[in-house]
């Protein structure tokens, strides 16, 4: 240890140093702690962050004083007190939050990965956030990402007349991308008001919402408070009346409208967006022939058994049910989804020793366009071509219990080339990027079980619809609390 420690007091370049902290910060001795606080004031600013990391990775409690002192200390470099922040955050200290908020700018990644992972204990630092212009945007952002974790604080935010303006509008905007119905009521009562500075914070909420009657209120809050980007929105929504009264903002500010540039994901009135298509949807009951009279190329070894509604599709050990490819199933864009429910408990030893298909093309080729249950218990949607899997996997059956039944969604585009998965209207997995399309051919795709499996096939399916395009979040949380099965005509 005392060697170590001239090492660092001593050295004449960083490598020396560099070395003796990386030593410590894997050592046992209890004594390594003091001599890492102490090397927060060496004077290369690449053994203090090292440093500071390497008391983030010691779970020792005594680092936090030490770690907050370096983020305070106004003599440290930003680099320094930002590795400090980290490392703090690591510890699982709500003081890391507001630092780490603050160097969202220019840490962006690193600050939020850190954020994100400290949760709830990061939601107090983020509400103050939203009151200050430096951070209200960085903030509102993180919150939307956790979801449900922040609501209750937003609502209490916005339900707060003596805030300034900015603050609960940041809420109410905030509260807008979130898919929770506890966000939705405050909104609701929020907006009882006619303020039209809250209706623009949370327009977008209300297009989602498609009720009769709101458009003059939204015009209103474009009028008095608009801006770019909501005009394209309102363009965007599928609402004429919202389109028209856009465009003539449009024209008398003197603006030009050139496509979307928001990286929110559109917003349709009600929901609905214009260009998703129905191809099929197959509702299983006591029938394999889908709503518009698609019949399978071939089924053997199923049964139906009680459903969602109605009855539902059951393969069995070495059965099949395979309906034509063309015009049923697009590999560029489309929502897959179902109500699923497991035969046996999530625990099962079945689940994670074979994987459970619940819609799968096999091309020619041996590429594939695959919906499963996987060996980990978690869910993979996507496509191998090549042998190269892309798409997107999550979620967990391991506390499903045998006869449940749960929402599967997976939503897929070649446009914003992303690929989403949902379980019970929750998205839980997202990956972007391109993912390349298997050779489809003639071919037909298989229901509820790989072909001729030899073993028995771990789901029943009920009420599977299959779109021409990407579903929106809300739209699939819809669904997933549908209390009637899809309507025939849709």
Do not use: C
């Not at 905030?174 to 909104?187: F, G, K, N, V």
């Not at 019970?424 to 993912?435: H, N, Q, T, W």
């Not at 669904?479 to 849709?490: E, I, K, V, Y």
């Amino acid at each position: 240890m005392a060697e170590l420690q001239e090492d660092l007091a001593n050295q004449k370049d960083d490598k020396a140093g560099l070395a003796a902290v990386h030593q410590l910060g894997l050592s046992k001795d209890p004594a390594a702690l003091g001599v890492l606080v102490d090397a927060l004031q060496n004077r290369s600013d690449r053994i203090r962050i090292d440093a500071a990391t390497a008391l983030g990775t010691s779970k020792d409690p005594r680092a936090t004083d030490a770690l907050l002192n370096t983020i305070q200390d106004l003599t440290q470099d930003q680099t320094v007190q930002f590795a400090a922040a980290r490392a703090l955050a690591n510890l699982r200290d709500p003081r890391a939050a507001a630092p780490l908020l603050k160097a969202m700018r220019l840490h962006e990644q690193d600050a939020s990965e850190s954020l994100l992972a400290l949760g709830a204990l990061a939601v107090p630092a983020l509400i103050d956030g939203l009151r200050e212009a430096e951070t209200n945007a960085a903030a509102s952002k993180l919150l939307i990402k956790m979801g449900s974790t922040g609501v209750d604080a937003l609502t209490e935010l916005l339900q707060h007349h003596d805030e300034v303006p900015y603050a609960r509008t940041a809420a109410a905007s905030t509260l807008a991308e979130i898919e929770d119905p506890r966000a939705d009521e405050a909104l609701k009562q929020a907006l009882k008001s006619g303020d039209l500075l809250l209706t623009a914070a949370a327009y977008r909420f209300l297009i989602r919402k498609g009720d009769a009657g709101t458009e003059p209120q939204l015009i209103k809050a474009l009028n008095a408070y608009g801006n770019l980007a909501m005009a394209e929105d309102f363009v965007v929504s599928g609402n004429a009346t919202l389109k028209a009264a856009a465009d003539d903002w449009v024209r008398r500010n003197h603006l030009i409208l050139q496509g979307r540039t928001s990286e929110s994901d559109i917003v349709y009135w009600a929901g609905r967006d214009p260009s998703v298509k129905r191809l099929a949807l197959f509702h299983f009951d006591n029938s394999l022939t889908s709503a518009s009279g698609i019949a399978p190329v071939q089924s053997t070894g199923m049964a139906f058994v009680p459903g969602k509604w109605g009855s539902a599709l059951s393969v069995g050990q070495g059965g099949v049910v395979k309906y034509p490819l063309p015009n049923n199933l697009s590999f560029l864009n489309g929502t897959i989804e179902m109500w699923i429910s497991p035969k046996l408990d999530g625990t099962d030893p079945s689940y994670t020793k074979h994987n459970h298909p619940l819609l799968l093309y096999i091309s020619p080729a041996k590429d594939q366009f695959v919906v499963s249950e996987s060996t980990s218990g978690e869910f993979y949607a996507g496509t191998v071509v090549k042998n190269q899997f892309k798409g997107t996997g999550g979620g967990s059956i391991r506390d499903w219990k045998a006869g449940t039944w749960h929402h599967i969604a997976f939503t897929y585009s070649s446009g914003p080339e992303h690929q989403r998965l949902y379980v019970d209207g929750r998205l839980v997995a997202e990956s972007k990027g391109p993912m390349p399309a298997p050779d489809s051919g003639a071919g037909s795709f298989d229901v509820g079980t790989y072909p001729n499996a030899d073993y028995l096939p771990g789901f029943v399916v009920d009420e599977l619809q299959i779109s021409s395009g990407e579903k929106s979040p809300s739209a699939i949380r819809g669904s997933a609390l549908r209390a009637d099965p899809f309507a025939d005509r849709p």
